[in-house]
């Protein structure tokens, strides 16, 4: 005995990505992953990303980038977009090296405060662009009175902050309040010292971000924060991060990761964020290399090269968009060491992000990886139509998409194992119905992937109709 089901359509990608969890209960429109696809673009449908390409030169093939950072004065018509590898600092839109003589392979942070640039990088002196050349005496910064050698830098009610001594890791130093009239801050009038509690187990100082009200430090396994008159002893957080580049801030909620997952703050105790994507935070080899960063709507997580259930994904960046609350999966042609924001001639704002090989790239960018095609893939939870238990038969699918190349159709029947996909169709066109001859299951995946260097694909979803759909009483298949 046979009975036909109702038809059954998949057009609906707003629910983001759910990995870990029974497809019986995963959020409406939610999917296992979606490489390199976006869900906020058009509502319900899956849009490709755009690529990454390159702004200005190569500066130094081979070298990793450890530092990257734009500077545009207030009042005069300076730019600068600074990028550091080995031992120099570049000027990435004339060509030139800008600073030479740094400390190899050291982090290196800035701000800008005052239309002048701050450089520290817990190794050498700080050093301060002005507008018009680096210095080491004097400036906005009152760097000949500077407190000690620091690798973290924040302003913060027109103070200037300071922590990562490693003599000292524990301590925060501030500023004076900068002089209206010189144009500077102080380290000798106004300006103090905060030990943030050594005895709460929390580790140094690794990070310092801001957000309305309170300026946020963040030790290795703790959060406080500071007001301007306490930093709320009784108030212990403990969660923490390993480094500066684990902190992103989005509007006016912070953002940040560490071992055991992604976290918003506006101040308070930290909500976590990654339930949905987990399984990728746990598969993190080294957090150190982790870089947080944002635009308006998203926060962005880089995390490297991981093995999620037996799966290699190269490059993977965690994007989480703030308005829906959804995650989507990246995965990019090269590593991503530092972003900065990058505001263009035509004052058009982007992200560029530093690589292994001397290059900053404009991200989201183009239609490839910098030269490079980009693969995408859409994989569906488990689909039984409400009665695993059950033998069913299908006979074809319907793919939906619009400017579609290259991509092929996979199936696989009651399993997770990823080498049991098999190729059922390729799809060409903007609806392609793919005869699949019959397949027997208790349970259905399906998926599809491509690889492209053209305008973005568009995946509107799938149909198994009615007619190829039945479901059968025998428990074997």
């Known amino acids: 005995m046979r009975k036909e089901f109702n038809d059954i359509s998949f057009r609906k990608y707003s629910g983001g990505t759910w990995r870990q969890i029974q497809s019986n209960i995963a959020p409406a429109g939610s999917y296992p992953l979606a490489l390199n696809m976006d869900s906020h673009v058009v509502m319900g449908s899956l849009v490709r990303r755009k690529g990454t390409s ?22 005069s018509t300076n730019n600068k977009v600074f990028t550091v590898q080995n031992t120099t600092i570049h000027d990435l839109l004339d060509g030139t090296k800008d600073l030479t003589g740094e400390t190899a392979y050291k982090k290196t942070r800035f701000i800008t405060y005052l239309n002048s640039v701050l450089r520290v990088n817990g190794v050498d002196n700080a050093k301060s662009f002005n507008g018009n050349s680096w210095i080491t005496v004097g400036g906005a910064f009152d760097l000949h009175n500077f407190p000690a050698i620091t690798d973290l830098a924040i302003e913060w009610k027109d103070r200037v902050y300071l922590a990562g001594d490693n003599a000292n890791p524990d301590t925060l130093y501030y500023s004076g309040v900068a002089d209206p009239t010189t144009r500077a801050i102080s380290w000798e009038n ?8 050594q005895e709460d187990g929390g580790g140094g ?17 703790s959060m406080k924060r500071w007001d301007g008159y306490s930093t709320y002893p009784e108030d212990l957080v403990d969660h923490g991060v390993p480094s500066q580049e684990c902190v992103t801030r989005v509007g006016q909620m912070v953002i940040f990761l560490n071992e055991s997952g992604i976290y918003a703050t506006v101040g308070g105790y930290p909500k976590r964020l990654s339930r949905p994507i987990q399984e990728f935070i746990n598969s993190i080899t080294n957090l150190q290399d982790v870089v947080a960063y944002s635009d308006k709507e998203h926060a962005y997580f880089f995390i490297g090269d991981v093995n999620v259930a037996g799966v290699n994904y190269n490059n993977v960046v965690l994007k989480f968009n703030t308005h829906d609350q959804t995650w989507d999966v990246r995965s990019y042609a090269s590593p991503i060491r530092f972003v900065s924001k990058y505001v263009n001639s035509n004052d058009k704002v982007y992200l560029i992000a530093g690589d292994d090989n001397g290059n900053v790239l404009t991200l989201d960018s183009g239609n490839d990886d910098n030269g490079k095609a980009i693969t995408w893939s859409v994989e569906t939870h488990g689909i039984d139509f409400n009665a695993k238990g059950q033998v069913k038969i299908i006979t074809g699918i319907s793919v939906f998409a619009d ?10 029947t009651d399993t997770l194992k990823e080498k049991e996909w098999k190729q059922i169709g390729d799809v060409k066109e903007f609806i392609y119905d793919i005869d699949i001859g019959s397949v027997r299951f208790h349970t259905l995946f399906v998926k599809v992937s491509g690889r492209s260097d053209g305008n973005p694909c568009t995946f509107n979803g799938f149909d198994l109709k009615r007619k190829d759909i039945k479901l059968i009483k025998s428990r074997k298949v």
């Open 54 to 75: 390159l702004l200005g030169v190569q500066q130094e093939a081979g070298k990793r980038c450890y530092g990257l950072y734009q500077f545009r004065d207030s009042v």
């Open 205 to 221: 100082i690794k990070a310092l971000e801001k957000v309305p009200g309170y300026l946020l430090i963040f030790k290795r396994h």
């Open 403 to 412: 400017n579609i190349e290259n991509a092929k159709v996979f199936i696989r």
């Open 190 to 197: 106004g300006n103090g010292t905060i030990v943030v509690e």
